[in-house]
Each structure stands twice: as structure tokens, then as C-alpha cells.
């Protein structure tokens, strides 16, 4: 599996699982909409009163699940809040893959993270024999 590969792979993929630590540890997750960048960052928004925003802005460490049917993928990466140029090339990417993203763009309380994958695993127990690939960036 390449980069290229893997982010098409994604954009095929609007929903998916992140999880992220609890200030004591305890693993929690929620769905998010995913957009993704050529260079393999995902891109989501949330709002600053929820768990994900304060557990991300404390330890940027997370993952994510996406799937269809046998085929999953799982990704670890560090999230971060862009700033500046970065800020806008993120959240145009998001607003192309989420054009109802210009609404909750307006809320005082909407943050978006950058997640930059280091590691990725693909598994798709459809295929025979099964694809296992896994990916580190």
C-alpha cells in the first residue's frame, strides 16, 4: 500500500471512529467527518466543549478507524490545531469534502484538527487470501 494509495483509499471514506486519552488514561471515542489531504493529514472540526477538544489540546495522540463491509483501516497519528496558512489550506479541505461545514465554520465554539498519520494498517478480509498491509510514515 503507498501514500497515494492509502489517501484514496480515505476519501472514499467520509466517516470514522476517533479515539483519543482521557487526562486518567481511559481510551474514549466518537465519529467524526474525515477530509484528507494529498499529503496524508486527516482533517476534522469539533467544538472546543467537547471531550475529543480537550483530550487532543492536552495529548495530541490518536486514532482512527474507518471501514466498509471486510475492509478496515486504523490510524495513529498526533493531532494538532493549525494556525495561519496552514489553518486555511486544512480547513478548505474539510469544506470540500463537507460543504455544510460552512454553517458550523460560523459557531464560536468550532475548532479543527490536523492529524498527521504516522502509521496506518489496512486489512480486508474480502480478498482471498486476505490483504494485510500496514504503512508507517
Known sequence: MTRPELVALLRNHKLAVEASLHPDGA???AVVGIAVTD???LVFDTVTTSRKYTNLQRDGRCAFAVWSGELTV???????????????RLVACYLAAFPDGHERAKWPTIAY???RVRWARLSDYGAVPPRIEELAA
Open 27 to 29: 481510551p474514549q471515542a
Open 39 to 41: 499529503e496524508l493529514e
Open 74 to 88: 486504523q490510524l495513529e497519528g498526533i493531532a494538532d490545531e493549525p494556525v495561519g496558512a496552514d489553518r486555511e
Open 113 to 115: 484538527f490536523r492529524v
